[in-house]
Every structure is written in structure tokens, then in C-alpha cells.
């Protein structure tokens, strides 16, 4: 068994095709057979139901699929960390909330510092920034604390407060904190299955029953916030997202007799092979988050860790 049947195997379970793996990794289909053959008697299994009338993994298939895509990316991981002395751009993943607010004042403190060199900014939800940590594609990530990633020792978080917001023409006149019930009759815009809010939010309007009012979902915390803006609904948010469209009127803040937990994000992965230029960043970022948090208390909260 080798690294270059494993490859042939996983896209042919991605595409179902042999013909079609062999365009997409540059081999001709009776190679891209031989490989499949190659791992098969290697491992002295079937890895494919041969006498279905269409592309069928077999129970031995369905299990070394599952292994294959950790071994491409532990294989992409070890060739980013050999070539880690030849790399002169540095990666920084974010999630959106951290993109749209001291993401932007640590990108100009590190445009500041000529002794850095070059540093990427990959925005992204939490499911994407995970697999690009664990095929090392990342140098560092902000995630959210959902992201089911370990936290690293000595570092920060910045809490932000969730709320709801909505148009006045669409919210009306709210005199009194809504309850969940009151809240599911008004149109709402939620978020994809993958969002940290998304659990917290269809759990509190009981997405379960019967849905009185139109539902929107919008697949970022960037386009929820438009959707907002051009009056789709209501959504729960971190406020500091909006912070301007609220102090100007162009939202409201509408009140609810049961709160939602503050979104927490922080440091979940640095690369300490390459830890002078990691430490350097990673104090800017610590200095970005406490000035932004400071500049803005109403709605965010820096932690020291």
C-alpha cells in the first residue's frame, strides 16, 4: 500500500469514475486502475462491489475510505512543514466575526512591521478553518470555541455579545423583551447547520414545530448581516457586527427574556516551527483584540488567559 494509491482511491470514491480520476490527477484510466487493483492486493480485500450495476464501494471500501482523505492530509501537512524554511508567506485563518472586526487592526499593525514579511488572511467558517489547520495550510487560526479544535495554552479570547436585530419596519413596536414564542412568529433569518449559532438559536425558537413566519438562512455572518439590512427578517448576531447600523436606527435591538451565550473566540493553532515570525504576530493579534475590545465594551469583552 502507498500514498499514491490511497490518492487514487479517494478521488475515485469522490467521483465515481475512473476515467474522470484519471483527468483530474493527470494519469491514464488503466493506471488509475492499477493502482485501485494495487491497493485491493495489498490490503487482500475487495474495495469495490464489482457486480453492481453502478459504482458501489463494499463494506471493506466504505471503511478504507474514511482512512484515505487523513492520509492525503497528513501526507499535504508533512510536505508543508518540510518546506516551512522555503515558505516566506505567513497564513492567518479568521472566522467572519474576527475578519470584520480587529482582524482589520491586526492586518494594519502587521502591514506596520517591515521585520514580518508577508502575511495572508484566510477568512472562513469554523468547519473550513478546521481542515485547514489539520492539513497544515494555516499558520495560525481564530476559530470560535465550537470548532472542536484544542486551545492553545497562554492565550486570549474575545467574548461577543449575541443579540437580535431586525428593521423597525419589520420588528414594529417591541415595548417589552419577547419571549422565544413571540420571537418564532416573526420572520427569521438562521444560519447553515455548521454555524455555532445555529444550535443556540433553532433551539431557543423551537425550529422543531410548526413555523409561523417566513425562515431565510444565509450560508456567513456577512450575508445575514445583508440580509438584515434589506429587511428579510430577524436574526441573532454578535452585535458588534452591526454596531453602526444599531446607533444609527437603521436596526434595532430587540429584547428577549432569555439571552443567548456570548460567541467566544480565540487561538486555537500556531506553527512553532517558524516561532519568531508566529510570536511576533501572535503578540500584534493579542494587542489588536485588547485595543478593539477596549475601543467597543458595549459589545465585546477581552479576556487575558
Not at 494555516?138 to 428593521?167: C, H, N
Not at 452585535?239 to 432569555?258: C, D, F, K, S
Request: charged residues 20%; glycine residues 6%.
Amino acid at each position: 500500500m502507498n500514498l499514491k494509491q490511497m490518492e487514487a482511491f479517494y478521488w475515485l470514491t469522490r467521483l465515481k469514475s475512473y476515467q474522470k480520476v484519471a483527468d483530474h490527477i493527470g494519469l491514464t484510466q488503466p493506471a488509475v486502475s492499477a493502482r485501485i487493483s494495487g491497493l485491493e492486493e495489498s490490503l487482500g480485500v475487495p474495495l469495490l462491489d464489482r457486480s453492481a450495476s453502478e459504482f458501489t464501494l463494499t463494506d471493506q471500501g466504505h471503511e478504507v475510505a474514511e482512512y484515505a482523505e487523513t492520509f492525503l492530509n497528513l501526507s499535504e501537512a508533512l510536505t508543508s512543514r518540510l518546506k516551512i524554511k522555503q515558505k516566506r508567506r505567513y497564513t492567518i485563518g479568521t472566522v467572519g466575526m474576527v475578519t470584520r472586526t480587529w482582524g482589520v487592526t491586526l492586518r494594519r499593525k502587521v502591514m506596520a512591521d517591515p521585520d514580518i514579511g508577508l502575511v495572508d488572511f484566510h477568512s472562513a467558517a469554523n468547519v473550513e478553518l478546521r481542515q485547514q489547520v489539520r492539513s497544515g495550510a494555516l499558520d495560525m487560526a481564530f476559530v470560535t470555541g465550537e470548532a472542536g479544535l484544542p486551545q492553545i495554552p497562554d492565550s486570549f479570547s474575545v467574548l461577543y455579545k449575541v443579540g437580535w436585530v431586525g428593521r423597525p419596519d419589520v420588528v414594529g413596536q417591541v415595548q417589552r423583551p419577547l419571549t422565544p414564542d413571540e420571537m418564532r412568529g416573526l420572520p427569521l433569518i438562521l444560519y447553515p447547520h455548521t454555524s455555532p449559532l445555529f444550535r443556540p438559536v433553532a433551539d431557543m425558537v423551537e425550529e422543531t414545530r410548526r413555523r409561523p413566519n417566513a425562515r431565510h438562512t444565509g450560508n456567513s455572518l456577512g450575508t445575514i448581516c445583508d440580509m438584515v439590512r434589506a429587511g428579510f427578517g430577524v436574526s441573532a448576531i454578535p452585535l458588534a457586527a452591526m454596531e453602526r447600523e444599531i446607533a444609527t436606527g437603521m436596526v434595532v435591538e430587540v429584547p428577549m427574556t432569555v439571552p443567548l451565550a456570548p460567541l467566544d473566540t480565540r487561538c486555537v493553532y500556531v506553527n512553532r516551527a517558524r516561532k519568531q515570525q508566529t510570536q511576533q504576530i501572535f503578540g500584534l493579534a493579542r494587542a489588536a483584540a485588547a485595543e478593539w475590545a477596549a475601543a467597543h465594551p458595549r459589545y465585546v469583552t477581552f479576556v487575558d488567559t
